[in-house]
């Protein structure tokens, strides 16, 4: 296991009605709050009448920023650090799912910074300081809530780039499973897919010896796979929303990717996806990640695949390495299928046109082609999305 320094400072206020907990947890950090959502889930389902209500019951002072889009933008980021000076805010509160939360992250660290946000988005070491950000989560998936990272995307240049500080990790966040009762099915699946995803990249990992962190991924992976298809069935399955809720934080808040060496693979291919064609992010992963575990199976990664297979799939062993490794990676496929996901770049709408240029830009934007768990080159990364039709 290598050296490591793990810090989750995020209180966790966990279960139905914990919001009530939120007006004490806030006052602590300011009274002027920025109220920050996206395109109108939370007036739907009444979310947003609850935390509207209990600041006002409180006597916070509130500033909305509305529509913030997924996959946010960096101008939404330019907006709410603008109304944050204008208003004198003293903390971000955002009721949402992981592009509310990283949008208002992206904020907080802007408020301080002198340049623009964009830049901060390319060089993270230029975060030195951000505005205290609170969370109401809606929707299990990024584990946003409880960690260090925003992915913000500018269109105009088409980029989607990941960016992050100890000082952006929210200080409270409710998780109330009831809030996800309204996602949509589509979201559900994709927010599943994008836990499992967490845990897979962090699981391939060059590092061998960190059994307790694989143990913890396999069991939270494992959980993921109960619960989506109840989720799925019964909306308003409390047990399997609150399994999925608890999941998307533990899956990326440090715990199983601690003391591991490398990077990611699938995440790099996925922000170029999302990128050029403003895609679901958890649908890209669900695409890429089976296509790319073929890619990368051969004689030095198999046992790892092998693991994967009988801990998470519970395929029986057997002297054939390769057949029980492949079938670990149809199950995933299959799952995600059960699962309605669509499971080809057609279907979300991508054509072939810009491949060569998005595999490019991926090994550009990441560490792809040296610490990756295979390294990977553009041409790699080509056929790899070629897969995917
Ligand atoms: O915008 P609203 O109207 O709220 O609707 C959202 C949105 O359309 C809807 N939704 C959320 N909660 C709902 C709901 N609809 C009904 N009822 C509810 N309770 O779901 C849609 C998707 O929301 P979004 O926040 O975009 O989803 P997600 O949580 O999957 O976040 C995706 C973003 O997070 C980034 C992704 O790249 C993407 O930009 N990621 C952030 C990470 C991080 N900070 O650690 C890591 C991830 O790997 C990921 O890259
Ligand atoms: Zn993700």
Redesign the pocket.
Known sequence: MDNFQFFAPTKILFGENQIEALPQELSQLGKTVLLA??????K??G?YQTVKSLLEEHSFQVIELA??????RVETVRKGAKLCHEHQVEVILAV???????CA?AIAAAYYYDGDPWEFTKDRSLIKKALPVATVL???????EM???????NLATNE?L?T?AACMKPKVSVLDPT??????RY?TA??SA?ML??LIENYFSPTTSATLQDHLAEGIMKTVIEYCPKALKVPEDYEARANLMWSSSLA?NGLTGSGKAGSWSC?PI??EL?AYYDI???IG?AIITPRWMEYVLNDQTVDKFVQFATNVWGIPYNKNKFEVAKKGIQALYDCFVSWGIPMTLPEVGIDQSQLKLMSEQAIQHSQLNRTAYVRLEAKDVEAILMNCF
């Open positions: 959502y996206g395109g109108g889930s939370i739907k389902n979310i529509g913030i889009e997924p996959n946010p949402g799912g992981g592009s509310t939360i990283d992250k809606t929707m299990a998936a990024t584990g946003s960690n260090a990272g925003a992915v913000i995307t989607k990941g992050g809030y996800t009762y309204s996602v949509p979201q994709a927010g994008d995803s967490h990326l995440h996925e922000h999302s679901t992010h958890g992963l």
